[in-house]
């Protein structure tokens, strides 16, 4: 693509943009003199569609009105809610509804996943990670490592980018598992990589892992709603992500689950139980034996939290509305400009460490900072530019097709270049 370094480009691209009205669907933070703030941290927290308060709102009321009778007699009734949020989240990663359930927070469900999908032996118990894992999902496979009795010492495989790169090679999990293989019994990757933003071949992964006999599980924290990972054809086990970055559900909003169809009807995986993922149909006669119910849904435990669900009902049925055809064309384009425009200010202060091709990344650039100097980061956000630092040296900044103008772009950039 070719860009035009000015003010007036960015702002015809906005003007083309068929998706430039969302922007508007959404509450926008301001500063004390009205202006909205600069904002690129959707990879972190999502901004709150417009929208969200009123499906709050009427599930507030039909608590208010119905009290327990809400279960069956809410407008959108609260037994079978999550149902009405699976068909969008499986069209987001690219699965089957079967293969989908909306349930729980993300580290939580990577646990219960693992309950079924870690299963080590005396000889194959090693799990790999990416050595840049997000700081969580390395804590919960050390201590599944130790509550099966593996020192992390040992059981820990980190996947590493060579010495003086920051990015991921498949050839070099390639040659992890043609060295340990035998010894390995679970992948559990970043989809997209928190921290370089790298999108990785989840396809060749599944296939490096399966060859070896590795059980498969992907984080896809940075990927739901930010790239599409076709989750089904991509043959993973599982996968498991939170609806408040991309998804714009709110702070600690509910995750999602993706099981592979393959396990769907595996009622012998073990797994941990309650009554929410017994048999629906015969949940309330109570004192029934344990009956596990298909697909991902069998991994559920408890009824879940509806106010949270209503403002994820908010934002899918606005990706239903827009389609991550359009929003994929939309970030590649706009990331793609965030890019050409770093480039432009050619500072050796700063190096974008996430990969070029769009086709191995999302919305976010990584911007590593030489001399690790936070204060840019700080300077930036005393201009009303919101990105994140994250040790020990990189600003992450997201463009989010759905919010985010060229011309946010264009301006973080100029301040950017004046503050180097
Ligand atoms: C990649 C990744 N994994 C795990 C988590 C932890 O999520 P939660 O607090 O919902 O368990 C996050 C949170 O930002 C994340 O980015």
Redesign the pocket.
Known sequence: MSFENTLAYARQLDSEDPLASYRDKFHIPKDNNGQDWLYFTGN?LGLQPKTTQKYIQQELDDWANYGVEGHFEAKNPWMPYHELLTASMAKIVGAKPIEVVVMN????NLHLLMVSFYRPTKTKFKIVIESDA?P??RYAVQSQLQFHGFDPAVGLVEWRPRQGEELLRIEDLETILAAQGDEIALLLI?GVN?YTGQYLDLKRIAELGHAKNCMVGI?L??GAGNVSPDLHDSGVDFAAW?SY?YLNAGP?SL?GIFVHENHANNRDLPRFAGWWNHNKETRFNMRQPFDVMKGAEGWQLSNPPILSMAAIKASLDMFDEVGMKALRIKSEKMTGYFEYLIHQINSDSIKIITPSNPKERGCQLSIQVKNADKSLHKKLTENNIITDWREPDVIRCAPVPLYNRFEDVYKMVTVLKGLL
């Open positions: 972190s927070t993300l580290t939580t997000f969580s999902d970043g928190y984080d924290a940075h939170c970055k600690g995750g």
